[in-house]
């Protein structure tokens, strides 16, 4: 909790009621930063008070707001874990989840933040099942999940760029499990169609061939896999590893270059 002074804070004179209409005045203005200040200052000022749980809730909502996500997810993490029968609990538990996520870097960053967003989110949904924010949560659970599918996509055209096969698969078949978005999910299984079918796991190609045809039989990808007219089960090619491959890239089955 932060308790430092700052030229934002509120004047010192305030007796605690006064204190707490100061903060909501600066949040309803949208001064974040001194609501923060003034909110944390009335929990230390009246830590008995029935307000208290609103005033710390209100203060973690205004540092996420003024883009201090970090302290907002301690103070909101320490609200629910430490009054879990508060009726501003699962406001607090949401706010953990939509903290974290705010938190989380672009997709080639480490997606810890992300993994965490979608732990609390899923907490929330289990532990306060009739909680008014499950809509709002449930999207914050599917954002988390397409960024997670996004970033193991990437890292899998990565390998296969570089003929590292076996760590492709394993990546593509994670951001399938992620369930990612329609956007880019016809490349995705085109190309671990691509990988099954050159390592040779003829079953498993065959299988995602059917379903990128059947899902989106008018995306390009689902043309080529029509054109190749080559169907792997009757092509058992052997793999020897990704530093000694059998079937060059150079062939229609090879992956395309990252769009």
């Known amino acids: ?21 100061w903060a909501q005045e600066k949040f309803e203005i949208e001064e974040f930063e001194s609501a923060s200040i003034g909110f944390l200052a009335y929990m230390i000022r009246d830590p008995l008070s ?17 883009g201090d996500a970090l302290e907002a997810i301690q103070e909101f993490r320490q609200l629910s874990s430490g009054r879990p029968n508060s ?9 953990a989840c939509k903290a974290y996520l705010a938190a989380a870097p672009e ?45 193991s996509y990437e890292i899998g055209k990565y390998y296969q760029n570089r003929e590292l096969l076996e760590s492709a698969i394993v990546y593509y078949e994670k951001s399938l499990a992620e369930g990612p978005a329609d956007a880019f999910l016809p490349d995705l299984l085109e190309r671990l169609y691509q990988s099954y079918s050159t390592v040779g796991f ?56 990252p769009g």
Do not use: N, W
């Open 50 to 66: 029935p307000l208290v749980d609103s005033a710390q809730y209100m203060a973690a909502e205004a540092q996420l707001r003024d």
């Open 202 to 257: 003829d079953t498993e190609a065959v299988s995602i061939r059917e379903r990128l045809v059947s899902e989106f039989p008018d995306s390009e990808e689902a043309h080529k896999v029509r054109e190749d007219e080559i169907d792997p089960l009757e092509e058992i090619v052997e793999y020897k590893g990704s530093s000694d491959l059998v079937r060059p890239f150079g062939r229609s089955l090879g992956p395309r270059s």
């Open 107 to 151: 997709v080639s960053l480490s997606q810890e933040f992300t993994r965490l967003a979608l732990e609390e989110c899923q907490r929330l949904l289990q532990f306060f099942p009739a909680t008014p924010f499950r809509s709002d949560a449930e999207k914050i659970i599917a954002a988390a999940r397409a960024k997670l599918a996004r970033q």
């Open 87 to 95: 009726p501003m609990a699962d406001d607090a538990q949401y706010g």
């Open 1 to 21: 909790m932060m308790t430092a002074c700052s030229s934002a804070g509120p004047p010192g004179d305030l007796e605690p009621p006064d204190l707490f209409a």
